[in-house]
């Protein structure tokens, strides 16, 4: 049960949540659970028969402040546009089952709507890694890494054309999947190996239904063919090494590794945000293109800096710096408490809200 303690209307600041729904003559006018702004602060002051106001106490101001950063309008805004790009998402994918047509027009439609959304860069980052839907993976799979293969644009300083073909890169990676039958795209528990090898077919299946279209430009076919691909030899489906993956292929594997690890699957449970940039660090010896890489984790762990993590004892704790060489144990802290978590090993990371 959420703890609440009383306040003077004169003391209440934006952010607080009400713990207690508010009446006058009987009537509720301001419900429990209510986000304070400004004009419901103004509001409050106005009764003049209320002596307090019981908020939630300062045990859960870590959970008032990510609650009250979703209920920005910024927020709100960028939740309804990334909706409606997955919709759209799903339209296509659904489409491109039945069909095997990809509507080109579309895909540009999107982009440009995601390219021009990127001024709130942290609003999009939470959104996308707080709708993990199961069940909406496959085409909510695809506007993440679009998004993400976007946030990598800007953070590299792309052009508006270059930045428009990686986001297509992101949006397309995986169409391929709309060939796979869903009995085994969404099968619970281990693929048989004869499964496997079908689910490793899907970039050459992607590859086959945008290759021959027109006006598209070859290094986005070129990243949907060869995003599984590894520079030590080690991906799929061609087995490439090194110079030999393009560039746009490397930034969608990094969107790829994050957006997949951090998604509730039908075989398997999300891992937190700071254990995917862990792996993606670690693959950056051998794997993954460490240039890219790095821009991809100093970004994100500058965003996730002043987030709110769920610890593995079920506290909360604001991330104050986060070590680059050892993601996964930041410092943070609780109230006043700093607690450095390369020291403190029985707590972990489990999630960032």
Known sequence: ????????????????????????????????????????????????????????????????????????????????????????????????????????????????????????TGLIIKNITEN??????????????????????????????????????????????????????????????????????????????VKNMQFLDSSVGQAILLHHERLDGSGYPLGLKDNKIPTFARIVAIADIFDSMTSNRCYRVKESPLRALEVIKEDSYKKLDMKFANVFINNMCDYYTGEIALLSDDSKAKIIKIDPLDITRPLVSVKDTFIDLKKEKDLTVIDIL
């Open 1 to 120: 049960m959420k703890k609440s303690k009383k306040v003077t209307p004169y003391n209440l600041t934006p952010g607080m949540i009400l713990a207690e729904d508010i009446y006058l003559n009987d009537v509720k006018i301001i419900g429990e659970g209510i986000v304070l702004n400004e004009k419901t602060i103004d509001k409050i002051s106005n009764l003049y028969n209320l002596s307090h106001i019981c908020i939630l106490d300062e045990i859960d101001e870590f959970e008032n402040e990510a609650i009250s950063s979703k209920a920005s309008d910024d927020y709100k805004i960028t939740e309804k546009t990334l909706k409606t790009v997955s919709s759209k998402a799903k339209e296509m994918f659904y489409s491109v089952q039945t069909t095997s047509k990809i509507n080109l027009s579309e895909v540009r439609t999107i982009s440009e709507d995601l390219l021009s959304n990127l001024k709130h």
């Open 132 to 209: 993990r839907e199961e069940n909406n993976y496959e085409y909510r799979h695809l506007v993440n890494v679009a998004v993400l293969s976007a946030l990598m644009a800007k953070w590299l300083e792309l052009s508006q054309r270059e930045s428009l073909l990686l986001i297509y890169s992101g949006f397309l990676h995986d169409i391929g999947k709309s060939k796979i039958p869903e009995n085994i795209l969404y099968k619970h528990g281990s693929l048989t190996t004869k499964e496997m090898a079908l689910v490793k077919s899907h970039p050459i299946k992607g590859y086959n239904l």
